[in-house]
């Protein structure tokens, strides 16, 4: 019988709802709900049915999703008092190894990633998706692809593991626009076409003002232009001689800058006018939504539809990445394209797989 550890990180992601670019600063009475304890219910109701061993942690670290989830083969194996913190995640992390789990399935970002590193914890892990950040590669590729890997694990399937690394990232520097990545040490990982197998990576942006010059030179009065993060994206605004947030979303009508790192609510009421939104995959990953770009939500990309979704891209960064990642949750009511086009320098296009 397979056993597998649940660690709930209850604050991972929480920053979305703040527009905040992290949550490694906010305890859990900051946050407005926890979306990682509501994904965990989730993926449990997948897999409760599994002929597994669960070992988990108290409270909403792990036992209130089992509850909640109805599945009741469950083990609490390590107990946190008060507010849980970074240290119960380690502490746990290094119980559920002592009793010898096969596989660790988290539910955070970057920062609970870098929690079990500190734990030492040298078992495969598979990393679910749910920070307002993920630029390492210990995480599947969604939700959904998570469930597919514990549900092939637990029938034998999936031998081969390996090294995937988990990034260091300075949030506070990162508040202000300042990427900083470096590695943090490394988690084994199962071997499959559903992990995300690439960290984000920095490429030459080689052609930004051309791909810049060509979207200005299309684009239309009195149309809203969400200006996304990235400074293949910022480049239009250097272009108009605008002012701009690296890693937020900018408003630009009719040449103007219109707002500066708007909320998910604040692009919501946007996005109910006739709107463009541009954006950039993530380097290395080709993540085009869901990962650096949690303000842009299902119901905004409902109102906005793919086809005003302007991609663009440097040559060099496309030829890492063989297509565009999109790990949005309640997106059923969006129309999903198979491929899209990406402006890579003026007026030249390629054309990209999309992939749920």
Do not use: H
Request: proline share 3%; with cysteine; net charge negative.
């Amino acid at each position: 019988m397979l056993k597998v550890g649940i660690i709930v990180n209850p604050i991972a992601g929480c920053g979305q709802f703040l527009n905040l670019k992290g949550s490694d600063s906010l305890s859990l009475k900051d946050c407005p709900r926890s979306i990682s304890l509501e994904k965990a219910v989730e993926f449990l109701g997948e897999t409760g049915d599994l002929d597994i061993e669960y070992f988990t942690v108290s409270g909403k670290m792990g036992e209130e999703a089992f509850r909640k989830a109805g599945v009741e083969k469950y083990s609490i194996v390590y107990s946190y008092t008060g507010e849980c913190s970074s240290k119960d995640t380690i502490c746990a992390a290094k119980t559920m190894m002592s009793k010898g789990v096969n596989v660790l399935v988290f539910f955070g970002g970057d920062g609970t990633a870098r929690n079990i590193v500190d734990a030492g914890f040298s078992m495969p892990v598979i990393g679910v998706p749910l920070g307002t950040k993920m630029f390492s590669s210990v995480f599947a590729i969604s939700i959904a692809r998570a469930v597919q890997i514990l549900r092939t694990l637990a029938t034998g399937g999936i031998p081969e593991f390996g090294e995937a690394d988990v990034i260091d990232l300075n949030e506070a520097a990162y508040e202000k626009g300042e990427m900083g990545l470096s590695s943090y040490g490394n988690l084994i990982i199962p071997k499959s076409e559903l992990m995300m197998s690439q960290s984000k990576a920095e490429y030459p942006e080689t052609s930004a003002e051309a791909i810049a010059q060509y979207i200005i030179d299309g684009m239309q009065g009195n149309v809203n232009y969400l200006i996304g993060p990235g400074s293949t994206c910022k480049s239009i605004n250097s272009l108009l001689g605008l002012d701009s947030s690296l890693l937020g979303f900018d408003l630009v009508r009719n040449g103007s800058l219109v707002g500066k790192d708007l909320s998910e609510e604040e692009i919501f009421r946007i996005s109910e006018q006739e709107t463009r939104i541009i954006l950039s995959p993530i380097g290395g990953q080709g993540f085009l939504l869901g990962r650096g770009n949690k303000q842009l939500s299902a119901r905004i990309i409902s109102n906005v539809g793919f086809k005003n979704i302007i991609v663009v891209a440097s040559e060099e960064k496309l030829r890492y990445i063989r297509g565009l990642y999109v790990d949005i949750w309640d997106s059923e009511t969006i129309e999903k394209p198979k491929f899209i086009k990406v402006l890579f320098s003026y007026g030249r296009f390629k054309l990209m797989p999309v992939i749920f």
